[in-house]
């Protein structure tokens, strides 16, 4: 059974840094596509990043391009989204996913707010 649990969403000032956490069980993320969304209240799901699981390749949203960066520790099958130089817009649930199996975790609630 597939499952993942993401942690590491909390308040932080605006120009800090997070770091999101998305463990997985019952499915070898290594090998695999992995993705992070986010929600805003009111707003529609957003892609904002991923990482390919064939040579680990890295994609953004140009929203997050520069600040955030997505990788992966194969031993932990956990997959990770540092968040840097944070801005109010960036508040939202974040959401890790399997592309694959078209499979959401429950989310983490991020805030950025002074």
């Known amino acids: 059974q597939v499952q993942l649990v993401e942690s590491g969403g909390g308040l932080v000032q605006p120009g800090g840094s997070l770091r999101l956490s998305c463990a997985a069980s019952?499915?070898?993320?290594?090998?695999?596509?992995m993705s992070w969304y986010r929600q805003a209240p009111g707003k529609e799901r957003e892609w904002v990043a991923r990482?390919?699981?064939?040579?680990?390749?890295?994609n953004y949203a140009d929203s997050v391009k520069g600040r955030f960066t997505i990788s992966r520790d194969n031993a932990k099958n956990t997959v990770y989204l540092q968040m840097n130089s944070l801005k109010p817009e960036d508040t939202a649930v974040y959401l890790c996913?399997?592309?694959?199996?078209?499979?959401w975790g429950q989310g983490t609630q991020v805030t950025v707010s002074s």
């Open positions: 996913y399997i592309p694959l199996k078209d499979y």
């Open positions: 019952g499915f070898t993320i290594g090998t695999n596509t």
């Open positions: 990482i390919r699981g064939a040579g680990g390749s890295t």
